[in-house]
């Protein structure tokens, strides 16, 4: 198997955690006898420091003909006075946007190490496993930039929904929960937003052909604290870009860190951008100290949805449980009795335990 990978490294940790994912699917590579060739390109403020933009031609080029991307994370302080239409984030919002990627994937799910790293009580999440499925190309993330500020007395986003994005991003949603414990929550604020009226409506509908899926419909506000007070009541959560974006950070603290949470922003076919779901970390950047693990297991993702190797992935996830369990981790988490080490160390570990993974199987 031969397969073409783009590395978006990006900014801050995004660098630390993609180079550490390299380490481990390299090792993937040897000892299944594949060929992973890597292209890294840049993008969000390294590419601006390069080409001025935060995306460039060459860096879509790229990503438009490989089999797969992963990326880690763009922005930091150095950009953030950079009108929006060129800050780094922007470079993040075109790459999902031009390579079609509406569905991104969020799952949530405890390692049994971690149970006791969430300052939540271990009894309200052990059994809590839920995937957040994320519209990701509309919303109010691409309101129109002229649209947005006319002078210093006013300012608008916009929220613009067609009916057919809010279809397909509710239709994955349904074949996922399908797939899963067959219970899906549609998050909204229908009691406000004539947008989220229309979703609830497609929700619906679209219930109907999936009587074997329970659906419960509820308001951003209340599933904000539902994920917190009783996060093993939901199964498959669907929901616009923002509110996507809001609880997922939300409900990595079920995990123990932010650091933990892999993403896949995927299409129609087997192409997909992997990516954690935390930023640059400007305030850890560079100290050798970043968690790799929502990286790496966003890899193990691109290696089940992209590649089909279900396998592989699974070793990668069982190297990363085995090397939690051992007691290793890096800062941010807080597992009683463990250790705490460095990014590279820990790397080296789980490079260890997917050697051993291997001989296993
Ligand atoms: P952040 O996710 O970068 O960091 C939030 C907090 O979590 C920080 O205290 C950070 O140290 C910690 N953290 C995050 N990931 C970690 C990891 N892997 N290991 C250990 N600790 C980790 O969010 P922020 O501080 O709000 O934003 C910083 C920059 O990142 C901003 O420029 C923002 O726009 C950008 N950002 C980018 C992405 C992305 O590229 N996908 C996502 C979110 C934020
Ligand atoms: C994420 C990030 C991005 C988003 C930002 C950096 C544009 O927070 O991937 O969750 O809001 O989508
Ligand atoms: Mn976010």
Same mark, same amino acid.
């Given at each position: +198997?031969?397969?073409?990978?783009?590395?978006?490294?990006?900014?801050?940790?995004?660098?630390?955690?993609?180079?550490?994912?390299?380490?481990?699917?390299?090792?993937?590579?040897?000892?299944?006898?594949?060929?992973?060739?890597?292209?890294?390109?840049?993008?969000?403020?390294?590419?601006?420091?390069?080409?001025?933009?935060?995306?460039?031609?060459?860096?879509?080029?790229?990503?438009?003909?490989?089999?797969?991307?992963?990326?880690?994370?763009?922005?930091?302080?150095?950009?953030? !006075?950079?009108?929006?239409?060129?800050?780094?984030?922007? %470079?993040?919002?075109?790459?999902?946007?031009?390579?079609?990627?509406?569905?991104?994937?969020?799952?949530?799910?405890?390692?049994?190490?971690?149970?006791?790293? !969430?300052?939540?009580?271990?009894?309200?999440?052990?059994?809590?496993?839920?995937?957040?499925?994320?519209?990701?190309?509309?919303?109010?993330?691409?309101?129109?930039?002229?649209?947005?500020?006319?002078?210093?007395?006013?300012?608008?986003?916009?929220?613009?929904?067609?009916?057919?994005?809010?279809?397909?991003?509710?239709?994955?949603?349904?074949?996922?929960?399908?797939?899963?414990?067959?219970?899906?929550?549609?998050?909204?604020?229908?009691?406000?937003?004539?947008?989220?009226?229309?979703?609830?409506?497609?929700?619906?509908?679209?219930?109907?052909?999936?009587?074997?899926?329970?659906?419960?419909? +509820?308001?951003?506000?209340?599933?904000?604290?539902?994920?917190?007070?009783?996060?093993?009541?939901?199964?498959?959560?669907?929901?616009?870009?923002?509110?996507?974006?809001?609880?997922?950070?939300?409900?990595?603290?079920?995990?123990?860190?932010?650091? +933990?949470?892999?993403?896949?922003?995927?299409?129609?076919?087997?192409?997909?951008?992997?990516?954690?779901?935390?930023?640059?970390?400007?305030?850890?950047?560079?100290?050798?100290?970043?968690?790799?693990?929502?990286?790496?297991?966003?890899?193990?993702?691109?290696?089940?949805?992209?590649?089909?190797?279900?396998?592989?992935?699974?070793?990668?996830?069982?190297?990363?449980?085995?090397?939690?369990?051992? %007691?290793?981790?890096?800062?941010?988490?807080?597992?009683?009795?463990?250790?705490?080490?460095?990014?590279?160390?820990?790397?080296?570990?789980?490079?260890?335990?997917?050697?051993?993974?291997?001989?296993?199987?």
């Amino acid at each position: +198997m031969k397969k073409r990978i783009v590395l978006l490294p990006g900014d801050g940790i995004g660098r630390e955690v993609i180079y550490s994912t390299k380490v481990i699917l390299n090792v993937i590579a040897k000892r299944f006898h594949y060929t992973f060739e890597f292209i890294e390109m840049p993008i969000g403020g390294e590419a601006i420091d390069q080409y001025n933009i935060p995306l460039p031609e060459v860096t879509l080029e790229a990503c438009q003909t490989a089999d797969a991307v992963l990326l880690g994370a763009v922005g930091g302080p150095k950009w953030d !006075s950079l009108p929006a239409p060129i800050r780094p984030e922007k %470079g993040l919002l075109e790459i999902r946007k031009k390579l079609g990627l509406f569905a991104n994937l969020r799952p949530v799910k405890s390692f049994s190490a971690l149970l006791h790293a !969430s300052p939540l009580k271990e009894k309200f999440i052990k059994d809590s496993d839920l995937l957040i499925v994320r519209e990701l190309t509309g919303g109010l993330y691409f309101g129109k930039p002229s649209e947005r500020r006319n002078n210093d007395k006013a300012v608008v986003d916009t929220l613009y929904y067609e009916r057919y994005e809010m279809e397909r991003i509710v239709e994955k949603a349904f074949q996922f929960a399908r797939s899963r414990k067959k219970h899906l929550t549609s998050v909204d604020k229908a009691n406000v937003l004539e947008s989220s009226k229309m979703w609830r409506e497609i929700v619906k509908e679209k219930s109907k052909a999936y009587p074997d899926v329970t659906v419960e419909h +509820m308001y951003v506000d209340a599933a904000s604290m539902k994920l917190i007070t009783n996060p093993s009541s939901f199964d498959v959560i669907v929901t616009e870009n923002m509110f996507g974006d809001i609880l997922s950070d939300e409900a990595s603290v079920l995990t123990g860190s932010l650091g +933990m949470l892999p993403s896949a922003s995927i299409r129609s076919d087997s192409f997909g951008l992997y990516e954690p779901v935390h930023g640059s970390a400007p305030d850890i950047a560079g100290k050798g100290i970043a968690n790799p693990l929502g990286m790496i297991l966003s890899a193990a993702l691109m290696l089940r949805f992209s590649f089909g190797l279900e396998m592989e992935a699974t070793i990668i996830e069982k190297a990363v449980n085995h090397t939690l369990l051992d %007691g290793y981790h890096t800062p941010d988490l807080h597992i009683e009795n463990g250790r705490i080490v460095s990014t590279d160390e820990l790397v080296a570990r789980i490079a260890d335990k997917v050697e051993e993974e291997v001989l296993q199987n």
